[in-house]
Every structure is written in C-alpha cells, then in structure tokens.
C-alpha cells in the first residue's frame, strides 16, 4: 500500500495503517532526535512523544507536504522545544557527547552497524554536538537523513537561503572541529 493511503486510512482510526508508518519512519525519528540531543533514553521518550503526538494530531495532516516532512516538523519542534525547556539548547561539550553516546544501546537501535561505524559515530557525535543547534540539525537533515533543501526548509520552518547557509557554515565548523582534533591528537 502507498504511503497515501496508508495516511488516509491511519486518519479514519484503522492501527494497523499507523504501525506500518511507525515502522517505516521510527528509526528516522529516533535519529534525528538523537543526534539533537546525544541521549539514549530521551531519544527514546522524545520518539515515542513524537508518534503519539502523530496519532493525535494525523486528522489535522492535509497532506499540502509529504507526510515524512510533517512528520520530521513534529519531531524538530518537539526535540526543540524539549531543548529550550531544559536550557541545554547551546552546543554540546565533548564529554557530554561522549557520556550519552553508549555503545551498547546505540548498537541496539542500529544492530547493523560495524565497530568501525560505531567508532565513527563517536567522532561525529563529538563534532556534531559542538556545533550551534540550528547549524546541527540542518547538517543531521541533510547529510545523515539526506533531505532535499526544500524540505529541510519546510521541516525548519525557515527560508531555502537560511537553510543553505546553516548548511554550508555547519560544513566550514565540521572540518575546522575535525582538524583541531586531529591537531590536538598529533604528539
């Protein structure tokens, strides 16, 4: 069944039509959660808040965008506003990062993962979660969840213009973040 459908059918109340749209976009929700926040278990309520939040609120989708950019706004809003709320929406220390990122848990919501990805996630989370939030979830939208421009200024609520600018910065701070530290590793 196509996704339209699937929508229009998880509107008129039938479960099984809105488990097929959990399934197919969870692990999306959760990543892009997780790589705002780099903490498992909020991660986890803040997924789940999300899909609840959907089930409410699926009656009011018009469908004037697709379903995943609707659904992709719901979880930027609410992991935002989540954010604000716990005054934690400035950049992540690099200790922190490392503290949430737990190997174990993070293999268990993506058991395909290798150690060498697992280690590199672990770079990434580092770098990412130094970065300017605005500048990181543009960045996540883009190169991990690999939306269109277009959509991330829909799911951004924000100009085309502003997303590729959030963009290009959040490139320019990556590779100036990743050569400090490769700097900082030299002996």
Do not use: C
């Not at 959990?22 to 498992?40: A, I, L, P, S």
């Not at 672990?122 to 883009?142: F, H, N, S, V, Y």
Request: charged share 30%; glycine share 4%; no cysteine.
């Amino acid at each position: 069944m196509n996704e339209t459908k699937l929508v229009r059918k998880a509107q008129q109340g039938h479960q099984g039509a809105f488990e097929e749209l959990f399934e197919k976009y969870q692990g999306f929700v959760w990543n892009v959660v997780y790589r705002m926040t780099y903490d498992f278990e909020e991660s986890e309520d803040m997924a789940q808040e999300v899909f609840v939040t959907v089930w409410k609120s699926l009656k009011n989708f018009r469908g004037h965008s697709a379903f995943s950019t609707w659904l992709y706004r719901i979880a930027v809003n609410k992991t935002l506003n989540r954010l604000r709320s716990k005054k934690s929406f400035s950049s992540l220390p690099g200790e922190q990062v490392e503290f949430h990122l737990d190997r174990e848990k993070f293999l268990k919501q993506n058991p395909e993962t290798t150690f060498n990805e697992l280690e590199g996630e672990k770079t990434l989370a580092e770098l990412l979660g130094r970065l300017d939030p605005d500048r990181r979830l543009a960045i996540i939208l883009r190169e991990l969840e690999e939306l269109s421009y277009e959509e991330i200024a829909k799911v951004m609520d924000t100009p085309i213009g502003t997303v590729r600018s959030r963009i290009a910065r959040a490139k320019k701070d990556l590779m100036a973040l990743a050569q400090a530290t490769v700097n900082r590793k030299k002996p």
